[in-house]
């Protein structure tokens, strides 16, 4: 066969045995991750790549009659229905007995699943075919949302939908640190969506998992869900006020983890460290899309220690002495006050402590700093208070030649 000289070529030789495939989501499969390298290497709003795409390749072999060229036409109209062109295509007459199943699909249920510190929520979405014999299996949508970075950070298409679901709760069942429900389609389809609009936008895309070649599919299916009640951009959070913050942190000094980890009777050279440590963790947590001061688990302290407060802190060594003492008690406090299980906490907790060693070691060798942290860090190592104008305009008057 002569080398593909189009990318529009390319797909037709990828799908020249389309119509020798078994059922409607087989065909559906293989559309989806024909349609994954486009959006993987899209550079930006990689869902309008795809759809881009599917419009042109539509334009391009409009006069393909070969029955593979026509059924994979259909496949990708039926997949980005919104793609100009989409709405025209017509079955070819050789296509295979399956093709009236494609996307023909009725939403068989809904649920979502994740861990007691609300890093991640997984949500399932079961379809079924019409006639399930052309058709294929009964099949789940899985999208994995991660609340740290605020991206879908993976979905998956896959089957039969009842050993998914069946594998899914028995996890649950057996695991205190972990829930599952079901769940209501329109809230469903509403988080899945605003986070992946989010995740299309992405230069790199998360690199395990099956984001892209399963996300064509995915979205038509996520598509016939009832869209969510409320369709606006929800507002952005408010910060904490500072009357906010001091009362969060008077309760925590009256707390017993704050008593066991020695911060309620600190000395008073201690005193200033104490509260800019706290003044960190609103800080960090201020950052997350969802922000809560409350929610502290292992992934949002490693995120803490060991990437964030380098970049955006200059800490002295009283600071630093100060600071995992601060960490462990604020999300001991926290992980209570959230009523979540003793064991959360005490993963948390030792989670915490294992990541000591690195965070010193961090600290010491200020490798994650960014530039204008390492700038201030300088400032201060030589006495320089970043703040007063004149001291800073005499050093970088003192320091031209090395600046530039």
Request: aromatic fraction near 6%.
């Given at each position: 066969?002569a080398?593909?000289?189009?990318p529009?070529d390319a797909?037709l030789?990828a799908a020249?045995?389309?119509?020798?495939l078994?059922?409607?989501?087989?065909a559906?499969?293989?559309?989806?991750?024909?349609?994954?390298?486009?959006?993987a290497?899209?550079e930006?709003d990689?869902a309008?790549?795809?759809?881009?795409?599917?419009s042109?390749?539509?334009?391009?072999?409009?006069?393909r009659?070969?029955?593979a060229?026509?059924t994979?036409r259909?496949?990708f109209a039926?997949?980005?229905?919104?793609?100009?062109?989409?709405?025209?295509?017509?079955?070819?007459?050789q296509?295979?007995s399956?093709?009236d199943q494609?996307g023909?699909?009725?939403l068989?249920g809904?649920y979502?699943y994740?861990?007691?510190?609300?890093?991640?929520t997984?949500?399932?979405?079961?379809?079924?075919?019409?006639?399930?014999?052309?058709?294929?299996?009964e099949h789940a949508?899985?999208?994995?949302?991660?609340h740290?970075?605020?991206i879908?950070?993976?979905?998956f298409?896959?089957?039969?939908?009842e050993r998914?679901?069946e594998?899914v709760?028995?996890m649950?069942a057996?695991?205190?640190?972990t829930?599952f429900?079901?769940e209501?389609p329109?809230r469903?389809r509403?988080?899945?969506a605003r986070?992946l609009?989010?995740?299309?936008?992405?230069?790199?895309l998360p690199?395990e998992g099956?984001?892209?070649?399963d996300r064509?599919?995915?979205?038509?299916?996520?598509a016939l869900?009832?869209?969510?009640a409320l369709?606006?951009?929800p507002?952005e959070?408010?910060?904490?006020?500072?009357?906010e913050?001091t009362q969060?942190?008077?309760r925590?000094l009256?707390?017993s983890?704050?008593?066991?980890f020695?911060?309620?009777?600190?000395?008073e050279?201690?005193?200033p460290?104490?509260?800019f440590?706290l003044?960190l963790?609103?800080?960090?947590t201020?950052?997350?899309?969802d922000?809560?001061?409350?929610?502290w688990s292992?992934?949002?302290a490693?995120l803490?220690l060991?990437?964030?407060?380098h970049r955006?802190?200059?800490l002295d060594?009283d600071d630093?002495?100060?600071?995992?003492?601060?960490?462990?008690?604020?999300a001991?406090?926290?992980?209570?006050?959230?009523?979540?299980?003793?064991t959360a906490?005490e993963r948390?907790d030792a989670?915490i402590?294992e990541?000591?060693?690195?965070?010193?070691?961090?600290y010491?060798t200020?490798e994650?700093?960014?530039p204008a942290?390492?700038?201030?860090?300088q400032l201060?190592a030589?006495?320089i208070d970043?703040?007063?104008?004149?001291a800073?305009?005499?050093?970088?008057e003192a320091?031209?030649?090395?600046?530039?």
């Amino acid at each position: 066969m002569a080398t593909p000289t189009t990318p529009y070529d390319a797909v037709l030789r990828a799908a020249r045995d389309v119509t020798k495939l078994d059922c409607a989501l087989d065909a559906e499969m293989l559309g989806t991750a024909l349609l994954g390298s486009v959006y993987a290497i899209a550079e930006e709003d990689r869902a309008g790549a795809v759809r881009d795409f599917v419009s042109a390749f539509l334009a391009a072999t409009s006069r393909r009659r070969t029955a593979a060229a026509t059924t994979i036409r259909e496949i990708f109209a039926t997949l980005v229905p919104e793609a100009p062109g989409a709405a025209t295509v017509k079955r070819g007459p050789q296509a295979p007995s399956w093709a009236d199943q494609l996307g023909r699909v009725r939403l068989t249920g809904t649920y979502a699943y994740g861990d007691v510190w609300g890093d991640q929520t997984s949500y399932l979405a079961t379809f079924a075919y019409d006639d399930r014999d052309s058709g294929g299996p009964e099949h789940a949508v899985v999208a994995l949302v991660d609340h740290n970075i605020g991206i879908t950070k993976d979905v998956f298409v896959g089957g039969p939908a009842e050993r998914i679901l069946e594998q899914v709760r028995e996890m649950c069942a057996g695991d205190e640190l972990t829930w599952f429900r079901e769940e209501d389609p329109r809230r469903l389809r509403g988080e899945v969506a605003r986070h992946l609009r989010i995740t299309d936008g992405l230069t790199n895309l998360p690199e395990e998992g099956s984001l892209a070649t399963d996300r064509a599919l995915a979205g038509a299916r996520l598509a016939l869900l009832p869209a969510p009640a409320l369709a606006a951009v929800p507002a952005e959070p408010e910060p904490l006020s500072p009357d906010e913050r001091t009362q969060l942190v008077r309760r925590f000094l009256d707390s017993s983890e704050a008593a066991r980890f020695g911060l309620t009777h600190v000395s008073e050279a201690e005193l200033p460290s104490l509260h800019f440590c706290l003044s960190l963790v609103f800080d960090h947590t201020a950052t997350f899309p969802d922000p809560d001061p409350m929610r502290w688990s292992p992934a949002v302290a490693g995120l803490f220690l060991l990437d964030w407060v380098h970049r955006r802190a200059v800490l002295d060594m009283d600071d630093a002495a100060m600071l995992p003492r601060v960490v462990r008690a604020w999300a001991k406090y926290a992980n209570r006050q959230r009523g979540l299980p003793a064991t959360a906490a005490e993963r948390t907790d030792a989670a915490i402590e294992e990541m000591v060693p690195e965070f010193v070691r961090l600290y010491t060798t200020g490798e994650r700093r960014s530039p204008a942290t390492a700038a201030v860090a300088q400032l201060i190592a030589e006495g320089i208070d970043p703040s007063d104008p004149a001291a800073l305009d005499a050093w970088l008057e003192a320091n031209r030649d090395d600046l530039n």
